[in-house]
């Protein structure tokens, strides 16, 4: 029995030793998973102060290049270390978290930014075009201008590059869209040469992580009489001497360019025609020679076409038709002249952003100054479908698009309105439609 009670006490013995040899192995542990959490924020701590002595230091590179006092080439130098500099921190995921604003008051107003999204096949991209002007104290005035490309899908994948290095252009907006060549950048701007600034108009593709610059193909290219084009390798310059002013502006539907100057019978438009290449045409007609309606293109919807009078046209025919694009049938409107030539083809109809006219038709045309500026708008409610037939076909629907008028014989469209209408309902009658816009604040004009 002593030899029984005796072998009991060894085992719990041994059992208490485990018991302390493991928790201090526990405690070891735990030390260890302190560490390194602890470690983790220091790292990031570090990686915050490096990335800030670097912006500082870009900083400071930038107010050497503005000192005048300094000599010319020691800032040359700087403005070479400076866009290096840029170039890299553009590259780095951290620089997308800084807002447009943050970034241009950091760098003491001598950068302009303009960052956009847009929703493409392969998903979002969003792209950000960064100038940067140097002193022209130092480099001339043709030769001041720097342009870099930022793009990023997610904050993990951020690529940027330089794409004027010390040149007279100076970009103000662009447009990226999905075409059959891959995804696409319409960049536009201003060329420092003489007076008036003459606008440039380059097309780029993303071709794996770098853009290209392409050749733009414009087709039945014929400009109004006091423009000219310049063709410059792969981009093209246009100018108008006899004006003293020039804007270069997006379109409202987002396709092109709108180029003004001071006479506004004089305005130009650059735009993706339907099949993503470019076409250069007068503000006041999508089709430059003003030929007649092609009615093998273009079906008349004849109950939904009227006779009507516009301030800027005088007494036309509104034509609602359908045509085919890619091989879908989609809704265009027109307004002609006594002999059937087009006066002018209106935007994009809202519809045809996503759906198609495959089973759907006109429902209703009106004609009413809808903002109280004076000038008479067009209202449009027709249904659109997906175009598929069979289990999966969706039945047509309504959708209103509103085309306000402009003081120079053009209309435009305002998606975020029109988006709005249609999420809201408000889309079934054109009494509908004016309740709701009668309700909204808008300036076109």
């Not at 940067?132 to 904050?155: C, E, H, L, M, N």
């Not at 950048?185 to 060329?191: H, I, P, T």
């Not at 293109?297 to 045509?323: L, M, R």
């Amino acid at each position: 029995m002593n030899y029984l009670k005796g072998g009991r006490i060894c085992c719990m013995l041994l059992l208490l030793i485990s018991c302390v040899v493991m928790n201090g192995c526990t405690k070891g542990n735990d030390s260890s998973k302190a560490e390194t959490i602890h470690a983790l924020p220091l790292q990031n701590k570090a990686k915050m102060i490096s990335d800030s002595k670097r912006l500082n230091a870009l900083v400071g590179k930038l107010r050497i290049i503005n000192n005048e006092n300094i000599d010319s080439e020691v800032r040359q130098k700087k403005i070479d270390e400076f866009t290096q500099g840029l170039h890299l921190l553009l590259n780095k995921p951290e620089s997308v978290e800084m807002k447009d604003g943050e970034l241009v008051e950091k760098f003491d107003n001598n950068l302009t930014i303009l960052t956009k999204s847009f929703q493409l096949k392969s998903g979002r991209l969003n792209v950000r075009v960064v100038n940067y002007r140097a002193p022209t104290t130092v480099t001339g005035t043709i030769g001041d201008k720097y342009t870099f490309i930022q793009w990023w899908s997610t904050k993990q994948l951020v690529h940027a590059q330089m794409i004027e290095d010390g040149g007279p252009e100076l970009a103000t907006d662009f447009i990226v869209r999905n075409s059959d060549h891959g995804t696409r950048l319409l960049l536009g701007g201003y060329v420092s040469i003489y007076h008036p600034n003459p606008v440039f108009v380059t097309l780029w593709e993303l071709s794996g992580q770098k853009w290209t610059e392409k050749k733009i193909a414009i087709d039945k290219m014929k400009l109004p009489d006091s423009w000219e084009l310049n063709k410059d390798v792969d981009e093209f310059i246009l100018e108008n001497r006899q004006h003293d002013s020039m804007s270069i502006e997006v379109l409202d539907h987002g396709d092109g360019f709108l180029i003004n100057s001071d006479d506004p019978e004089q305005n130009i438009i650059i735009e993706f025609s339907k099949s993503r290449e470019f076409r250069i045409d007068s503000a006041h007609s999508s089709v430059v020679n003003g030929g007649k309606l092609d009615t093998n293109q273009y079906e008349i919807e004849e109950s939904q076409s009227f006779q009507t009078t516009f301030e800027g046209f005088g007494k036309v025919q509104f034509v609602s038709t359908y045509g085919y694009t890619d091989g879908f049938r989609k809704y265009f409107f027109f307004l002609l002249n006594k002999q059937g030539h087009i006066l002018y083809s209106f935007p994009k109809f809202y519809g045809n952003n996503e759906w198609v006219a495959f089973y759907g038709g006109v429902k209703a045309v009106a004609f009413k100054d809808v903002n109280n500026d004076g000038l008479k708008d067009v209202i449009i409610i027709a249904n659109v479908d997906s175009g598929i037939g069979g289990p999966d076909r969706i039945d047509p629907f309504p959708i209103a698009d509103i085309y306000f008028q402009n003081k120079n014989k053009t209309f435009t469209t305002l998606p975020a309105l029109d988006q709005a209408i249609n999420d809201k309902g408000h889309n079934q009658t054109i009494k509908d439609v004016i309740q709701y816009v009668s309700k909204q604040r808008i300036n076109v004009n």
